[in-house]
Structure formats: C-alpha cells, structure tokens
C-alpha cells in the first residue's frame, strides 16, 4: 500500500528537522563544498556531520563525490535551496508579525502605567 502524500511530506519535513542538517543544505546553497569547509564552517564534531551528511544523502537531497582524498558535498537539485529561501521569507514575516505584536503589548504597558 503507497504511503499518502501527506505522510511523505511529514517525513521530509522531519528529515530536515535538524539544525546541523539545516546548516549544511543553507552551505551547499551557495555552491558545492568538501567536508573540511563544512567542518569549519558548522563547527560540530566530524562524527556528528558525518552522520547528518548520511541522512541527507540516503535521503537524496545532497550528493558526494570523491575528488582525490576528499569528499565534496552538494544539493542534488536548486529546489532545496528555494525551499530554504521560502523559509526564510515566512520566518522573516511572522518575526516582524511578532515584534508588532511586541510594541502594541509596550505601548499598552506605557499607557497602563500613565494613566496610573
């Protein structure tokens, strides 16, 4: 029996709940990197990435490919990387919704308090 739509979704979707992972697909947006960069830049022990680098490419959203005596990551299509950039922009919408709400809930304090 084919698993519905929605529960692959889900799946996906929490195949990409973890920061490390979030990390690596937000580096290799801007193009392929090898695993010393990655290192650098996400500063996490080499086992840990190795193991979200395995669970991004079983999942078939980054490839590898061995140069010499490296490994060079990379997102297997650009549609990730608009899905990030997708995220970004909803993220950025509902923390200016949040910091309006915040000056209202300021401003209702500042009125509270004079009227006093």
Avoid at 42 to 67: H, P
């Amino acid at each position: 029996m084919p698993v519905p739509l929605y529960q692959a979704k889900a799946e996906f979707f929490r195949m990409l709940g973890h920061p490390v992972r979030i990390r690596v697909l937000e580096l290799l947006s801007e193009g392929p990197k090898p695993v010393r960069e990655l290192l650098a830049e996400i500063e996490v022990e080499r086992s840990n990435l190795s193991q979200q680098l395995a669970v991004l490419r079983r999942s078939g959203i980054v490839t590898s490919v061995r140069e010499a005596d490296t490994v060079v990551y990379s997102l297997a299509g650009p549609d990730v990387a608009e899905l990030l950039r997708a995220a970004r922009r909803i993220l950025t919408e509902l923390i200016a919704g949040q910091q309006d709400l915040l000056a209202e809930l300021r401003d209702a304090d500042t009125a509270g308090a004079t009227a006093r």
